[in-house]
């Protein structure tokens, strides 16, 4: 049977849209890597988060609770049953209520002002704490110094959670391993729990795709246009819905564990890309 002439005529129009807006995609990830410095990008990120009303009580994400990989996690034999969590990027509190739901006793931070508003309704009720702060503040803990410095007395930690997804927002690789060195400093016996966004390791020979070379073209172009920034790491994206974002490899995950004092004990991909790490002993 043949098809109809205006079904074939959809089918293109699809693929003229799809790559209509991706191309859309690429040229605004670019104008955002060109032109905003990359100094302003954690304040883009909170602007973003500003809006995720799913995120605070009563919305779709929190009303979920902890996700089935979570709780996998929660259940594995290196994780404590018990316990005081220390909880990282706590969002608008679903983390904060799922943990204390398990018994444990949770002690977290949130720098979003509107998601850590949510967070704060969360704890009260439950007998936990949530504080203003940002991962950065974590190595000025360590010292019993900043905004997180009640941290460092509310120890030890059984446990370290970094918040769904959040260690992809921090951009910078030496950010990322001194992040978890204030962890480990912190809780230097606690396994911790992370999760991530995911690229597919990629060969060296590997053809171009059609995407890499429109964003060298755009590149090129900003640059003589007078873009003055020019460090883009290959896994840095921006998403509509939570700003910059990086995106790991595998092997920069274990990387990433294995210079800041923790092995990888479990890696896995879906339903959502995390990690859980243990100090090397």
């Not at 690789?173 to 995911?198: C, H, K, Y």
């Not at 172009?221 to 883009?232: E, M």
């Not at 819905?241 to 990888?264: K, N, P």
């Not at 890309?273 to 100090?279: D, F, I």
Request: glycine share 8%.
């Amino acid at each position: 049977m043949a098809v109809p002439l205006w079904v074939r005529a959809l089918q293109r129009a699809d693929r003229v849209a799809w790559y209509a807006y991706h191309g859309y995609e690429v040229l605004r990830e670019e104008l955002l890597f060109a032109y905003v410095d990359p100094s302003d990008r954690a304040s883009v990120i909170q602007r973003a988060y500003e809006a995720q009303e799913a995120y605070l009580p009563g919305g779709a994400t929190f009303e979920r609770g902890l996700f089935s990989w979570e709780q996998s996690l929660l259940d594995r034999p290196e994780v404590p049953r018990s316990g005081r969590v220390l909880l990282a990027a706590a969002g608008g509190g679903r983390e904060v209520k799922g943990l204390c739901e398990r018994g444990y006793d949770v002690r977290a931070f949130e720098p979003n002002p509107v998601l850590r508003r949510g967070a704060e309704q969360v704890a009260t009720s439950l007998g936990a704490r949530v504080y203003n702060g940002v991962f950065a503040d974590l190595s000025q803990a360590v010292r019993g110094e900043g905004p997180l410095a009640a941290l460092r007395e509310e120890g030890p930690y059984a446990l370290v959670v970094l918040g769904w997804g959040s260690i992809t927002h921090v951009l910078e690789d030496r950010e990322r391993v001194e992040l978890l060195e204030s962890v480990r400093a912190l809780a230097p016996t606690a396994p911790v729990i992370t999760s991530f966004f995911l690229r597919p390791e990629r060969s060296a020979t590997a053809p171009k795709a059609k995407t890499e070379r429109l964003r060298a073209l755009l590149r090129g172009a900003f640059a003589k246009a007078g873009a003055h920034n020019r460090s883009i790491p290959e896994g840095l994206a921006y998403e509509a819905g939570g700003g910059f974002v990086y995106a790991f490899t595998e092997s920069e995950v274990q990387s990433m564990a294995h210079r800041a004092g923790y092995a990888v004990q479990q890696f896995a991909e879906a339903p959502f890309p995390h990690a859980l790490l243990v100090p090397h002993r």
